[in-house]
């Protein structure tokens, strides 16, 4: 998702939260494959999953592990060699590729040793490389792509049999991935995608050749998915899109968005609702509208920017300028004066000046950004961005990146300093020891004091804010009220669960079981 932060593990959720396991009678936990052999395996093989990426690649990791699931195989535990290694990975920057191979040639002897475990890659450097990953890293089993995240299960099947890689790559959807099984990684916090795909054609980004045109869900089929997960436990769900506002595009209808929101706003027992990200582009105010009207979507924005000059979003191709972009904070501040901005910064793009660099520099001291993802521009082959000429030498690259990383951080404390004295709702992500954390309902990381409070990860706390850090905020005391969530409870159950089962419910990453 190119309008996004990058994420190697679920924002906003608890590390170590317990997960549910796959309901194979749930209507949205049916898989669409045949499970062959697999299920007659003499023991359940064990799995991992490394996700490099999105937000998007994070829900698709789910409905892998889901899939998995489906067909027998079980999470490794801690300190145990897998007997499966999946990479989901990213495209959209340089050192997404490097991450991959730096990974795989840590397994290389791994697999010599243990030649029955397997290696598969997925995700937008799948379908962008396809069969040339299999002839740099020779002892990869599986390569499969962006539209056919479920047939893994059949395709690892079919190399063990025919002893040979498998490399399935799909140029249109097969299912749509929220139809597929999920291990979620949270038993209270839910991504539900809306589309797929995406229609613009920003120079620097590749995720358009590889995830496709947009495709957008039926609304009544998105909301029975809220609807289900809010019974299981859910009270917290992040509506994702590559650009959700455009969300009814596929359909004809430029105000279905909007609509989405309000009839989350509608489900009884769903807390919170986020979505991430829009496009300034598609942004109406509909939309700001039902924000401000809903009372469990988040005052919060995501909006990437990208460049705070205009000459550098032309040649980005960003359908909008910085004007547009101001005017649509303005408005949202307007409905909700409390909300937080986040936004997305490239540095270094072709040809930027250090006034172009300073437009950004003065648009974030502006607009006063929570928090801001920035990024170094990575030349991207078949990128239109990567042909054009004046490429920013690597060194003004990162000069540039320091000093705006600099700037990020002093406008996110003054932000966060804003709200010291505030009463904010948080709910729950993480609890070690005596110390809590978790999101407020505008975004900010909140740290607290736990001591003495019956808490799960899942239930809501109000907090007194008496410090700031530019990426968090911090309470001392124990918090002025509890409310315990049905989320709560999704987590106390499944934890009580895995204590009694000794099954891992969660989803173990490569670092955790493999020997450093």
């Known amino acids: 998702m190119a309008d996004s932060p990058a994420f190697d593990a679920v924002a906003g959720c608890s590390s170590f939260a317990v997960n549910s396991r796959v309901n194979p009678k749930s209507p949205r936990n049916r898989g669409h494959f045949s499970l062959g052999t697999i299920t007659q395996m003499s023991h359940a093989r064990t799995y991992v999953i490394q996700t490099l990426g999105c937000q998007m690649n994070v829900h698709d990791s789910e409905r892998i592990a889901g899939s998995l699931d489906a067909a027998g195989y079980i999470p490794a535990s801690d300190g145990i060699e897998p007997d499966l290694v999946v990479f989901n990975t990213c495209a959209v920057r340089e050192n997404a590729d490097n991450k991959l191979y730096g990974h795989l040639s840590f397994l290389a002897p791994v697999k010599k040793e243990r030649p029955e475990m397997q290696i598969a890659i997925g995700g937008c450097l799948a379908q962008k490389d396809q069969g040339s990953i299999v002839k740099r890293a020779p002892y990869v089993d599986v390569v499969f792509g962006t ?14 049999i025919e002893k040979s890689a498998q490399v399935e790559i799909k140029e249109a959807l097969e299912h749509f991935p929220s139809t597929l099984p999920a291990r979620r990684h949270s038993a209270f916090s839910a991504w539900v995608s809306i589309s797929v795909g995406c229609n613009n054609s920003c120079t620097f980004c590749i995720v358009p050749a590889l995830r496709g045109r947009e495709k957008d869900r039926s609304p009544d089929e998105i909301i029975a998915e809220v609807r289900a997960l809010v019974a299981d436990g859910v009270n917290e769900i992040t509506l994702l899109g590559q650009n959700v506002n455009a969300y009814g595009v596929d359909f004809g209808d430029r105000q279905a968005f909007a609509k989405l929101l309000r009839e989350c706003g509608k489900v009884e027992g769903l807390d919170r609702v986020r979505f991430m990200s829009p496009h300034p582009r598609d942004f109406t105010d509909d939309v700001i509208e039902a924000m401000a009207e809903t009372p469990n979507v988040m005052p919060h924005l995501h909006m990437p920017l990208q460049s705070g000059s205009d000459r550098i979003l032309q040649l980005m191709r960003r359908s909008y300028r910085v004007d547009r972009y101001r005017g649509i904070i ?22 930027e000046s250090e006034a172009d660099f300073q437009a950004s520099v003065d648009i974030v001291t502006e607009l006063r950004f929570l928090a801001a993802y920035s990024f170094q521009y990575s030349k991207r082959p078949g990128t239109p961005a990567s042909e054009m000429p004046e490429q920013i030498p690597a060194e003004v690259i990162s000069d540039r ?30 609890i070690e020891g005596e110390s809590g954390s978790g999101k ?60 009694a089962t000794g099954v891992m419910l969660g989803m173990p990453t490569l670092k955790s079981v493999l020997p450093k």
Not at 147 to 160: F, I, K, Q
Not at 338 to 347: G, K, L, R, S
Not at 460 to 486: E, G, N, Q, W, Y
């Open 147 to 160: 539209h056919n995240v479920g047939s893994l299960p059949t395709l690892l099947e079919r190399a063990r």
């Open 330 to 351: 303005e408005k949202v501040r307007s409905a909700m004066p409390h909300a937080t901005i986040t936004t997305d910064i490239i540095v270094g793009f072709p040809s």
């Open 401 to 430: 990146y320091s000093r705006l990383h600099q700037h990020l951080n002093e406008v996110s404390q003054s932000v966060n300093v804003a709200v010291i004295g505030d009463d904010l709702e948080v709910l729950v992500t993480d």
């Open 440 to 499: 407020s309902r505008d975004f900010r990381l909140v740290h607290f004091n736990a001591r003495e409070s019956d808490l799960r990860p899942g239930d809501l706390v109000t907090v007194r804010i008496d410090s700031a850090k530019p990426h968090f905020v911090f309470s001392s005391r124990t918090p002025m009220s509890i409310t315990r969530t049905r989320g709560g409870d999704a987590f106390a159950d499944r934890q009580a669960e895995a204590e």
